[in-house]
C-alpha cells in the first residue's frame, strides 16, 4: 500500500472518529437538557430534592453542560446551602468565563455570606457581559450596605430607564438620596414609589432602611411594621429588631431577632448576627 492511500485511510478513520465522537457528544448534551427542563419543572414546584437529583443527572450525562451547574446551584441558593452553591457558580464560570447568569447568582451568594464587596464585583463583570435589571438592583443593594449612596442613585437610575416595573427601583433610589441630605428628593422618590404600587412594601422598606441607616431608629418602626404586615421575612424582622433596640425597647427588639432567626437560613450571615442579638438581649 502505497503513501497516499494510508494517508487517505487514515483520513477517512479520522472523520468517521471525529463524526462517531460529536454524536455521542451531542447525544450526552441531549439527555442533559432532557435532565435540566425536568429539574426546572419540579424546581418551579418547589420539590427542592427532586429537582436536585434531576441536575445531579444532568451533570453526569454532560460534566460541561453550564446551564446544569447554574441550575442546581440556584436550588442550593433557594434552601440556603450556599457553599454548594458557590461551587456549582465557580464550575458554570470555569467551564464559561462569560456567563453572565453564573457571576449574578454568585453575587446573590456572596450577599447572603456578608460578602458584599465580593457580589460587587461579580454584579459588576456581569453587566461588561450582558446589561440587566438584576444586576443592577442587586449592585445597588450591595452599594447600600457598604454606604456607597451615590453608585446606588446612579445603578437605581439606570435600572429605573431599562425596566417596566419601576417602583421598587424608585424607592431604593429614594433611600439613597435621603442618607446623601437629599431630602426633596427622596421623598419624592417615596411618593412615586407608593403612587406607582399602593399595595407593594419597597416603599415602606427602603423608607424604613433609610432611617435606619441615618440613625433614625424610632421614625424606621412605622414603616417596617407595614411591611411585615404585608410580607413577613427575616430581613424586615432583622431591621424592625434594630430599630426597636435603638429606641430602647429591647424586649420588642428580642422578639424580633428571634423572629429572623427562625425564619432566616442557618447559613446566612444574618442569622448569626440575629443569633449574637439574642444572647447579648436575652
Known amino acids: 500500500m502505497n503513501a497516499v492511500k494510508r494517508k487517505g485511510i487514515l483520513l477517512i478513520l479520522i472523520l468517521v472518529f471525529l463524526m462517531i465522537h460529536s454524536g455521542l457528544i451531542l447525544a450526552d448534551r441531549n439527555k442533559a437538557i432532557e435532565y435540566c427542563l425536568k429539574g426546572e419543572m419540579l424546581l418551579a414546584t418547589s420539590e427542592f430534592e427532586e429537582a436536585i437529583g434531576q441536575f445531579n443527572n444532568a451533570i453526569s450525562a454532560d460534566s460541561r453542560f453550564e446551564i446544569a451547574y447554574i441550575d442546581r446551584g440556584q436550588t442550593y441558593y433557594l ?3 450556599y457553599a454548594k452553591a458557590n461551587n456549582d457558580f465557580d464550575q458554570a464560570l470555569t467551564i464559561n468565563p462569560s456567563s453572565y447568569q453564573a ?3 454568585r453575587g ?27 444586576a443592577y438592583i442587586n449592585r445597588a443593594l450591595c452599594n447600600m450596605a457598604l454606604g456607597n449612596y451615590s453608585n446606588v442613585v446612579n445603578d437605581c437610575s439606570r435600572a429605573i430607564e431599562i425596566s417596566s416595573s419601576k417602583a421598587q ?21 417615596f411618593d412615586m414609589a407608593y403612587r406607582l404600587e399602593p399595595n407593594s412594601f419597597w416603599s415602606y422598606y427602603f423608607r424604613g432602611l433609610a432611617y435606619i441607616e441615618n440613625g433614625e431608629y424610632c421614625r424606621a418602626i412605622e414603616p417596617y411594621s407595614k411591611v411585615l404586615e404585608m410580607e413577613p421575612d427575616y430581613e424586615s424582622f432583622y431591621e424592625r429588631a434594630q430599630a426597636y433596640e435603638g429606641c430602647g425597647d429591647n424586649a420588642r427588639a428580642l422578639a424580633d431577632y428571634r423572629a429572623c432567626f427562625e425564619l432566616a437560613p442557618q447559613s446566612c450571615a ?11 438581649l436575652d
Open 270 to 280: 444574618i442569622a448569626a448576627k440575629a443569633s449574637a442579638k439574642i444572647r447579648e
Open 103 to 105: 457571576l449574578n447568582n
Open 79 to 81: 434552601i440556603g446551602e
Open 169 to 189: 427601583f424608585i424607592a431604593m433610589r429614594g433611600a439613597a438620596y435621603y442618607l446623601l441630605g437629599k431630602t426633596d428628593k427622596a421623598t419624592s422618590d
Open 108 to 134: 446573590l451568594v456572596n450577599i447572603e455570606l456578608g460578602r458584599d464587596d465580593l457580589a460587587v464585583k461579580d454584579f459588576t463583570k456581569s453587566l461588561t457581559i450582558e446589561e440587566t435589571v438584576e
